[in-house]
C-alpha cells in the first residue's frame, strides 16, 4: 500500500539555524500538508499546497516557514531560522479530492538546541 | 467546522468492542463526520468518515444518529495496537471550506490485556 515517508526521522538543529524537513507524498496525491505537534499538545495544522501554491495556512506558518515542491515528487518544509519553540514533531500529508481525508507520514522530530 | 465534544479517555478490555462516542450538536446538513487516530509518536491516520448513512470499513464502524447530533465508532474487537487517541472532526467534505483540518484533543483509548 502507497504510503507518505518523510525524511530524516530526527533533526537536531542549533538555535537560529535554516532546516529542511522532506517529505515524499503519495504518487497520484494532488493536496499536500505540513502539520506539527509540540510534545504532549494536539496535532497543529501548519499549510496545505495545491496546484503549485499555498492554499491554505495558519497564523503558525510565518515569515520563518516556506513551503516548496521542487521536483514533482518530493515537497519540503523550510525553517528559517529556527527557534526553541519550533522543537516539535513534523508530520507532512497528501490527499487526493476530498481535502478532508489525507494521508499522514511518519513524523520528523525536530530538537533545536 | 462545527465543534465536536469527545470524552478524554477510555478503557477497552482486549477482544471486547470498543464504542468511541463523539457529541456534535452543531453540526449541518453539508458536513461530514471524520474520524483519525494516532497512536504514539505516529502521524495521524484515518479511519473512516461518513454523512448519515452508518458506515464499515476493513478497520470500524461508524454509527450516526438520525437527528446527526452525535456518533459512535465501533472497533468490533479491540486490540493492544488500538491504544491511541481517537479524533472525532466535523466538516464539509470540499475545498470550499478551507484546507485545514482541525484536531482536537480526542478520546485516548487504553486496550488493556
Known amino acids: 500500500e502507497p504510503e507518505v515517508t518523510q525524511t530524516p526521522s530526527h533533526q537536531v538543529t542549533q538555535m537560529g539555524q535554516e532546516v529542511i524537513l522532506r517529505c515524499v507524498p503519495i504518487s497520484n496525491h494532488l493536496y499536500f500538508y505540513w502539520y506539527r505537534q509540540i510534545l504532549g499538545q494536539k496535532v497543529e495544522f501548519l499549510v496545505s499546497f495545491y496546484n503549485n501554491e499555498i492554499s491554505e495556512k495558519s497564523e503558525i506558518f510565518d515569515d520563518q516557514f516556506s513551503v516548496e515542491r521542487p521536483d514533482g515528487s518530493n515537497f519540503t518544509l523550510k525553517i528559517r531560522s529556527t527557534k526553541l519553540e519550533d522543537s516539535a514533531m513534523y508530520f507532512c500529508a497528501s490527499g487526493t479530492g476530498d481535502p478532508a481525508l489525507r494521508y499522514f507520514g511518519p513524523g520528523t522530530r525536530l530538537t533545536v538546541l | 467546522d462545527a465543534k465536536t465534544t469527545q470524552p478524554t479517555s477510555m478503557d477497552c478490555a482486549e477482544g471486547r468492542a470498543a464504542n468511541l462516542p463523539c457529541n456534535h450538536s452543531?453540526?449541518?446538513?453539508?458536513?461530514?463526520v471524520y474520524w483519525y487516530r494516532q497512536i504514539h509518536s505516529q502521524g495521524p491516520q484515518y479511519i473512516i468518515h461518513g454523512l448519515k448513512n452508518n458506515e464499515t470499513n476493513e478497520m470500524a464502524s461508524l454509527i450516526i444518529t438520525e437527528d446527526r447530533k452525535s456518533s459512535t465508532l465501533i472497533l468490533p474487537h479491540a486490540t493492544l495496537r488500538d491504544t491511541a487517541v481517537y479524533y472525532c472532526i466535523v466538516r464539509v467534505s470540499g475545498g470550499n471550506s478551507g484546507y485545514a483540518l482541525n484536531f482536537g484533543k480526542g478520546t485516548s483509548l487504553l486496550v488493556t490485556p
Open positions: 452543531t453540526i449541518s446538513g453539508n458536513e461530514y
